[in-house]
């Protein structure tokens, strides 16, 4: 009877084994395979590039062009991003004028400047940062944030106001009764059901909106996170029904093409369809000329019925995990709580009972 491993029986019984190719040893490849290797990884990056929303990349060019400035006033070269040196950046942003005359970055975009140098130094520089290089900044930012809460400083221009299913009701029923009219209720409405962001709304294409018998199926496919499948139901009132909306644009549009975007472009005096799609700031722009003409107390802005959609979600009692699916927040985020501010706090009071 033979014992041992499988190779030691193996061998035991006579059998020839093939040679076993040693896996730790460094593996050389010749110039061509590696040129073509080089290709296939440029091609690989170009291609991760092209699936980041415009805006982000946008977002990252203006983060890392402030860097550059930063570095060249400090005379040190932009691959020099360490704890130390995001700290005096988070310094020097804390102190450089805001978009207003008058007010300062606030600090969100601070927060945001260092996820865009550390992510574009990674990518770019081929950097190998410690994914806790910006800890140290960060801290110091968040410091710096109490501080102003002893201060009546004003930073930034806050948290997008949030658009409500009343509000909603309101500018969906003032818009005209044109095309225009009927592109814009299905965006608010669209944007509304899937809790989505601007550039998310702007890139759907008509092969995003499926038929169900319970309303529609949207797949979301460009997300400044990932990607989602949403499900929209029937609105109990027709007026605010996103699924009702979606389909008068679709008819009043004559969409056909699967492949072409589900929002298009109208002329700016006869409303006739025009080619290509809209930008995600047009869909705030959408949104904010529907709370002009309903005459509401504030201006709505792109993000607001996102801001809205988790608020009303959770006032009628909508579970967060769901809340949290339907828009493509995080399990737990902390950016989706801030929705809630408003809500928490009523039903679980720490003074039920005492007054």
Not at 65 to 92: M, N, Q, R
Not at 154 to 162: S, V
Not at 242 to 271: E, I
Request: hydrophobic share 40%.
């Amino acid at each position: 009877m033979v014992t041992g491993s499988g190779i030691e029986r193996a061998a035991a019984s006579g059998l020839i084994l093939p040679a076993i190719a040693d896996l730790t040893a460094p593996v050389e490849f010749a110039p061509e395979v590696l040129a073509r290797l080089q290709e296939l990884e440029d091609r690989s990056r170009e291609h991760e590039q092209n699936m980041t929303p415009q805006n982000t990349r946008d977002g990252y060019a203006a983060d890392w062009k402030a860097w550059e400035t930063f570095c060249a006033l400090l005379d040190l070269p932009v691959a020099a991003i360490t704890p130390g040196s995001l700290t005096a950046f988070v310094e020097w942003l804390w102190v450089q004028a805001g978009w207003k005359p008058g007010t300062f970055i606030a600090p969100s975009t601070i927060d945001r400047r260092l996820s865009g140098v550390v992510v574009t130094g990674r990518t770019r520089l081929k950097l190998r940062l410690d994914k806790t290089v910006a800890s140290r900044a960060r801290s110091v930012l968040k410091a710096k944030v109490k501080e102003l809460e002893k201060t009546e400083e004003k930073r930034g221009r806050g948290p997008a106001p949030a658009l409500l299913v009343e509000h909603l009701r309101k500018a969906v029923q003032a818009a005209p009764d044109n095309r225009l009219g009927i592109r814009d209720r299905s965006i608010a409405l669209t944007q509304f059901a899937i809790a989505g962001r601007e550039h998310e709304v702007a890139f759907l294409r008509l092969r995003d909106f499926r038929e169900h018998e319970n309303g529609l199926l949207v797949d979301v496919r460009v997300s400044k996170v990932k990607p989602r499948k949403v499900k929209v139901k029937f609105g109990t009132c027709p007026s605010t029904c996103p699924v009702r909306a979606w389909r008068a644009w679709k008819d009043a549009a004559g969409l056909t093409d699967s492949d072409d975007f589900a929002y298009k472009p109208l002329h700016p005096r006869w409303h006739t369809v025009m080619e290509g799609g809209l930008e995600p700031e047009t869909i705030g722009h959408v949104v904010t000329r529907l709370g002009a003409q309903a005459e509401l107390k504030f201006r709505p802005t792109g993000h607001s019925p996102r801001r809205g959609a988790a608020t009303s979600s959770k006032r009628a009692g909508n579970d967060r995990k769901e809340i949290a699916r339907q828009g493509g927040w995080a399990d737990n985020s902390a950016v989706m709580e801030t929705c809630f501010e408003e809500v928490d706090g009523w039903e679980e009071n720490a003074m039920n009972g005492v007054l």
